[in-house]
DNA sequence: TTGCGTGCAAAGGTTTTGCATGGCA
DNA sequence: TGCCATGCAAAACCTTTGCACGCAA
């Protein structure tokens, strides 16, 4: 019979996932986390679900510092297409941004430069205001680890 | 005595990557393509002189597909940190865009979202015309392999 | 002569794959 | 009973590193 079955590796995983909505892991850290709570997932197993997952379109999947592919649930109300998104290269936190600028940007790229962008694999690189913040103080630890993350509705 | 020393290996690769200001290539592609020329150069070397060069600033370095890192030597007269780029992630190709509403684009998002935008790393990612065009036509190979590219300065 | 640069080979890390086993329908 | 899914271990990959030798200054 042809489908996917319904496994306990995957209701972990997707159960892991919702629960954490808009934060950021590495697959080493989704198994880490979840056999932690006693929900042990393979390595294999977590790659090939995310990756499912990331095609499927309700994982986003994109490479984080040190070349580490990272993966973020996003809610299914989300359309990442329409807003774009900013990475924090100290902390790799990952935020999306609406914003009437976005469009603006988009329309002009494609009318002015010819180029059609494609809001959900472009990531905006720079530093989040919490890592600024740190830099102006005092030294900043390689990892950072806070993985809360936020949205940004602009006015 | 203090200093850096000049060496055929690094005389070889400078040459290779002025000659192909603006296009893009992996270490591998680079260690290839020098040795096709008569001129082979050890990997370590490459991967060890690319990345002086890249924290030096004449040469690009960014995550191209499948996680493979890839390098692009900019002019001198280049100043990347003032621009954005493009990506078209089909072809591969990297584009330069010196344009007016980049500035305005970094600004808004500092003032309003509290993130400071690193131009230097930021890639547009998107479809090139060529690519776009290929896509309305018949179906498109997996490379491209148009490493030609150019720089759309905006009116 | 001094010490940086080179290149091989090995190590390091992430991701993918092969295959026997286990579990869902 | 059929297949899909899982997980281990091995393989595949890109990249970095250690170290002895070579070469520039």
Redesign the pocket.
Known sequence: ??????????RE?LKFLKEHELENF???EVVLRLRERGA??????????L?ALAEQGSVRKY?GA?????YQSVSDSDDCSRHFHMLCKRCGTLMHVDCGLMESLSRHIAEHHGFQLDARETMLVGVCEKCAQKDAGGEVDGDGADRTEGRHDCV
């Open positions: 019979m042809r489908g996917e079955y319904s496994t306990r590796q995957k995983l590495s697959v080493d042990s997932v393979g390595r294999s197993t977590a790659y090939r679900y990756e490479a040190q070349g580490i592919t990272q």
